[in-house]
């Protein structure tokens, strides 16, 4: 490899300067209109969802290294990319708890307004890889009731722990979906929710996607949610982004621009992840630990006199009515300035941290202390 590598970058990816700097000359770039030319003398590329990878984009690069900054892969060609011998990495559960924080945030913030106790739900999972299987594992230590839907794993490890589709629709109060985007094979997961399966929800749940948005056939939501007002629907993804429907985003509780795992320490943690697969495909020592480039969080720590409403530090954290409103805010818009919009929500995102961030003291409660402990906050030791 000749000189200085010539490293081109999603705009959108934090912490490249202090993580690749010295590794080469960084060129950061719209990750959605990335071009064959503007990639045509590179020797690392990185990217985000937004960017689809393959022979269309490198063909006749010298581009010999990839990197995706999220947890997902659908938007690679690996099989191309591994047939011109070009090395790719991903990373995964970089953001995944960023995204179990959103649906915890989202879930405590129905239960106050609704009025039912969070704890109380049966929570559906489906989908149990990075994200899904951390969401499991935090409801789980909440003391809550959970159904774990995910064929392929069940295929692999046997059925007795696993529930079908069907008793996931039927049977919970909350259903957060969390698969990848699958189109073909055993398992595809393209419109997994359909005309024909939506109405078996069960009265009254929450359905929320926070996975990829053409999971659920966004045209049959949209109808069944005109029939079915009880459903309280939470949508972070949408079938035809950066496009979103109005009529849809209507019929939302919550409607958020594709951000559930945009908390700056998921980001930095994903750019952490590149750099550590660059240092080896380069054979180079990891020299920068990613506590190195995570910044001090605004609020460090609350203390509160013996009790504490769990939704406070909640908010602390991650509201996510401030992305709702702003999306919302895009929607009058005429679509080709709507989809520009939608994407400079994601580019220019408030700085957001995850509940780890911030610690809690004062507590005399061992209940709620263990409660917000199994949330992912902090303790103060006494």
Known sequence: MRGRLKIVADENIPALEPLFGELGD?????GRSMSADELA?????LVRSVTRVGEGLLAGSRVGFVGTATIGTDHLDTGWLERQNIAWCS??????????????????????EQGFDPLSRTFAVVGAGNVGGRLVQRLRALGMTVLVCDPPRADREGAEGF?????????ADFISLHTPLIREGEHPTYHLLNDSNLQQIRQGAVLLNAGRGPVIDNIALEALMRGRRDISLVLDVWENEPAVSPALAALCRIATPHIAGYSLDGKIRGTWMLYREVCRWLGREVSLPLESVLP??????????GQLDPLKPIRLTYDPYRDDRALRATLGLP???QRLAFDRL???YPVRR???????SGLESETQAALLRALGFRLAIA
């Not at 960084?26 to 719209?30: A, C, G, N, Y």
């Not at 990373?91 to 106050?112: K, T």
């Not at 609020?299 to 006199?305: K, Q, T």
């Open 335 to 337: 679509e080709a300035e």
């Open 91 to 112: 990373a995964p559960g970089c953001n995944a708890d960023a995204v179990v924080e959103y649906v915890l945030s989202a879930l405590w913030h129905l239960a106050s």
């Open 346 to 348: 994601r580019k220019e």
């Open 354 to 360: 995850e509940f780890s961030s911030l610690e809690v």
């Open 41 to 45: 003398d590179a020797d690392l590329l």
């Open 296 to 305: 001090l969080p605004e609020v460090e720590r609350i203390h509160c006199n």
């Open 163 to 171: 529930v079908s589709l069907e008793q996931a629709l039927e049977q």
């Open 26 to 30: 960084l060129v950061r770039l719209p």
